[in-house]
């Protein structure tokens, strides 16, 4: 076993485990791994990151399984929009230069990351119970994660977080894992064209040495994630991930077109 990618599995019990308890993708911090430290190319490291969160999200589908945390109704209406979405935006990957996919990615993820910052500290708007699926945002949540690997969590947690169908917090998290685990299956299959199958196959033996050392810490984090929901505080967790994301997003953007990918 070559042990030079060994740092990888305390990092991904570490990312794992965040992003199972705050409902949100974990290509936010796979990505940059992948392109900034282990310097795979652009394309292979968005697979990657979909193949990633397919273990630690499976692994998190079990654990939520058995705390009965899951909301079918919710998870099959939202998957309607979201599979469709996602296949759009995986078939569109192979049409788009890499460096513009990274660049919109890390947009996105500053974008996101000062709106959860905003509405932990300042907004005080307060949400009312309702029965609506909102297709429109579920299409849209599945295409950013065909096309950018991320972006569903953080478009469906709202849509179904004052469900009237919804009966607690890891309820919430709980559906969404399970419907992000099926959208990454779709997306990953999907960018499965014969020219990247051929870049996988030729990259093949350091893709096994990065993967022996990430599956097995996905699996724990996926484990961990549901547990600690229960009693994290949410505000202070939020607050910590929203930071994490602008910081990573000013390293992706300040890395884009500066000979950093």
């Not at 478009?155 to 977080?161: A, F, L, R, S, T």
């Not at 309820?171 to 990247?196: C, K, Q, Y």
Request: a positive charge.
């Amino acid at each position: 076993m070559d042990l030079t990618y060994w740092y990888l599995f305390p990092l991904g019990i570490i990312i794992s485990s965040v992003v199972m308890s705050a409902g949100i993708s974990g290509a936010n911090f796979w990505i940059p791994v992948y392109l900034f430290i282990l310097k795979l190319d652009p394309l292979i490291s968005f697979w990657l990151a979909l193949l990633t969160m397919g273990f630690g999200f499976g692994s998190g589908v079990i654990r939520n399984l058995y705390q009965q945390t899951i909301n079918w109704y919710l998870v099959k209406k939202y998957l309607i929009p979201t599979i469709p979405g996602a296949i759009i935006g995986s078939l569109l990957t192979y049409y788009l230069d890499a460096e513009l996919l990274v660049m919109i990615f890390g947009i996105f993820v500053f974008i996101y990351g000062a709106y959860l910052l905003y509405n932990t500290l300042i907004s005080k708007q307060e949400c009312q119970q309702h029965d609506s699926i909102h297709w429109k945002y579920g299409f849209a949540a599945g295409f950013l994660k065909g096309l950018i690997a991320t972006g569903l969590g953080k478009i469906i947690v709202p849509c179904i977080w004052d469900h009237e169908r919804i009966k607690n917090p890891a309820e919430v998290i709980g559906s969404t894992v399970l419907i992000i685990f099926i959208v990454d299956i779709v997306a990953a299959l999907t960018r499965m064209n014969s020219s990247f199958v051929t870049a996988l196959m030729d990259n093949s033996p350091q893709l096994l040495d990065i993967m022996i050392f990430v599956v097995p810490s996905v699996l724990i984090g996926g484990q961990l994630g549901p547990m600690a929901i229960k009693n994290v505080n949410k505000k202070a967790l939020r607050i910590y991930i929203s930071l994490m994301l602008i910081l990573v997003s000013f390293f992706i953007l300040g890395n884009v077109g500066s000979g950093g990918i």
